[in-house]
């Protein structure tokens, strides 16, 4: 059998492995492309590349809080009323929600907060945002209450067999929601409570007196017992039930401030939710189309730098393109008319960062910092613009920088 | 009056102090960075002017919305939002072209101007182009809300504009 023997001698692999990559880079892009695009998703039912729109997840309630002012001064009536809402605002903005508007009202002389929200969110998990108080309290055992009695087994839970002490909630500087391993070697969720360091002495002080005593953390009238253990210092940490969803709910109840009056929910009333009417499909065509006539307009009437034209092309077309795949990949809900508005700010941002080279770096830092003070400050669609946008500039970035080494690769390769 | 009256009456204090911070950190990165990137006395008062009347602008926007009896509602933040983008990059253009001018040896301000008149021009097409492209999609709020952004922003850009033939005036830049 005769034995072929293959050459290397005037193969060159540098330019063929380049070659090779840009092959591999070029098919990646075409699969990027094609999944965001709009009816990809309509090929094959196997494989779904849907857009998940947050049309279907939106829904909108009313709560009616009746506040009970009567153990409030009437100096300090308007006061606490005002930083009820406030709390209840913080509660619900932190959570993310879409839209929220609290207003301070008065029905046949009670003093009325009508919460009103539009969201997408869990709506169990925003019914105990609105609806707890969470007015949090260090307490101890009564001592003619007998925890072992048979027929009151709960005893132990319920608030009024306790006495209060002087630590609130407001006695502690911040309560972390954290993961920890358990006795059992277990990881579970513990609320860590960090006191005020004008309150740490106090704090330490009253531990060390219920040294191996079983002292309780009071919510809303319901106790979770803490036994004291003997180690220093002591730090007071209770066990949370539930998984991440419970404790993501119980950090904003515990760190979103003291609500100074009880209230209860009064009437709660489902709201229509009237959701823009948008083809997204039609919408995608349009702009796309629109993209395309305005780089036709800047190529051959405005005559720009063709370089410059088709890199800001496709730097612009690559980063909607991966924007939109990471949010079909990921199953992001989305709202189709903010999508709509951060692909037009990607037109424009791209076009600027590629024209104004000088100020590039002047130009993503003060638009990062911005997002970023919309994330920390904003409130409803701005928080969600925040932190879309932040994300959208650091793929644009990363486009603009790929594109110039992919076309230049491109044009060499396609040279030789 | 209205508008501000229902602005008390309806918003938290919370929302309150969490947009007049937002609207202010904003506005002081913005001048921060011109200042950081020119070192230009009118550079610098120029973006605060039209940081002024970007706001003002958006305010009487809100208003006339208002007056329209629409309703105002927490979408129309985006007014905000986008008004204060488009003006923020139509200032960014203007400071790119000085810094690419004081390179040159013959720096001419009328250059300056002529090249953002073009820019502005070019952004108010970006503009109309892609909102009018949404608005014949979009209906409702949002609808109101765009339209509302894109007369405001294109506003900002022509005040924008005339700002800036008003403070780099006279033929020689520098400081």
Redesign the interface.
């Given at each position: 059998m005769k034995k072929v023997k293959i050459k290397f001698d005037n193969l060159q692999i540098g330019p063929l492995l380049s070659y090779l990559f840009l092959i591999l880079v070029s098919s990646l892009l075409i699969v990027i492309g094609l999944i965001s695009l709009p009816l990809t998703e309509q090929i094959k039912e196997e494989v779904s590349y849907n857009l998940t729109t947050k049309d279907d997840l939106y829904w909108s309630k009313e709560y009616i809080l009746e506040l009970d002012t009567s153990q409030t001064l009437d100096t300090d009536k308007e006061r606490n009323i005002?930083k009820t809402?406030?709390i209840i605002?913080?509660r619900l903005?932190k959570a993310g929600l879409?839209?929220?508007?609290?207003?301070k009202e008065t029905l046949d002389e009670k003093d009325i907060l009508r919460v009103i929200v539009k969201t997408s969110k869990d709506e169990v998990f925003v019914d105990n945002l609105i609806q707890n108080r969470f007015f949090v309290r260090v307490v101890i055992k009564k001592e003619d209450v007998d925890f072992e009695d048979e027929e009151n087994q709960y005893a132990y839970l319920m608030g009024e067999n306790y006495n209060p002490t002087e630590f609130t909630g407001s006695s502690f500087r911040n309560i972390l929601l954290t993961e920890l391993k358990d006795g059992s070697g277990e990881y579970s969720y513990f609320a860590v409570f960090k006191l005020w360091l004008t309150n740490e002495k106090a704090f330490q002080n009253f531990l060390k007196t219920h040294e191996e005593e079983t002292i309780g953390l009071e919510i809303d009238g319901f106790v979770t017992p803490y036994y004291v253990p003997t180690s220093n210092p002591k730090t007071f940490a209770i066990t949370v039930s539930g998984g991440e969803g419970q404790a993501q709910m119980l950090n904003l109840l515990y760190n979103s401030g003291e609500i100074p009056l009880p209230f209860t929910t009064i009437e709660i009333n489902t709201i229509d939710v009237?959701i823009?009417?948008?083809?997204h499909i039609?919408?995608s065509i349009?702009?796309l189309t629109?993209i395309l006539?305005?780089y036709l307009?800047?190529l051959f009437i405005?005559k720009e730098d063709p370089l410059l034209t088709s890199t800001s092309l496709f730097a612009t077309l690559l980063t909607i393109a991966m924007w939109i795949s990471y949010l079909k990949l990921s199953s992001t809900p989305v709202d189709t008319?903010l999508l709509?508005?951060e692909c037009?700010?990607i037109?424009?941002?791209i076009?600027?960062l590629i024209?104004?080279k000088?100020?590039q770096i002047?130009?993503t830092?003060?638009l990062v910092?911005?997002f970023f003070?919309?994330i920390i400050?904003?409130?409803?669609?701005?928080k969600i613009?925040g932190r879309e946008m932040l994300l959208v500039l650091i793929l644009c970035q990363f486009s603009i920088v790929f594109t110039n080494w992919y076309l230049t690769n491109m044009k060499k390769t396609l040279a030789q | 009056m209205n508008i501000f009256i229902s602005v008390l009456?309806?918003w938290?204090?919370?929302?309150l102090i969490?947009?007049i911070?937002?609207i202010g950190?904003?506005t002081i990165?913005?001048i921060l960075?011109v200042y950081?990137?020119i070192k230009d006395k009118r550079s610098v008062l120029f973006a605060i002017a039209s940081s002024i009347t970007t706001n003002l602008l958006i305010i009487s926007t809100l208003f006339f919305v208002d007056l329209l009896d629409v309703g105002l509602?927490?979408?129309y933040?985006?007014v905000f939002?986008?008004t204060a983008?488009?003006s923020?990059?139509n200032v960014?253009?203007l400071?790119?072209y000085l810094?690419?001018n004081k390179k040159k040896n013959e720096f001419d301000i009328d250059f300056v101007t002529r090249d953002h008149f073009e820019d502005s021009l070019?952004?108010i097409?970006?503009?109309c182009?892609?909102?009018s492209?949404?608005i014949?999609?979009?209906?409702?709020?949002?609808?109101n809300v765009l339209i509302a952004s894109g007369i405001s922003s294109v506003l900002s850009i022509a005040i924008n504009h005339l700002l800036a033939r008003m403070f780099f005036k006279d033929k020689r830049g520098g400081k």
């Open positions: 005002a809402r406030n605002y913080r903005n879409e839209e929220i508007s609290i207003y009237e823009p009417a948008l083809d039609k919408l349009a702009l629109g006539l305005l307009i800047l405005l008319w709509a508005i037009i700010m037109v424009i941002s076009y600027l024209h104004n000088e100020s002047a130009i830092t003060s910092l911005s003070i919309l400050l904003g409130i409803g669609y701005m613009f | 009456d309806g938290s204090n919370y929302e969490m947009i911070s937002m950190l904003i990165v913005g960075s950081f990137l509602s927490e979408g933040s985006f939002l986008l983008t488009f923020a990059m960014t253009t400071n790119n810094i690419h070019k952004l097409s970006f503009i182009l892609f909102l492209i949404l014949a999609f979009i209906d409702g709020e949002i609808r």
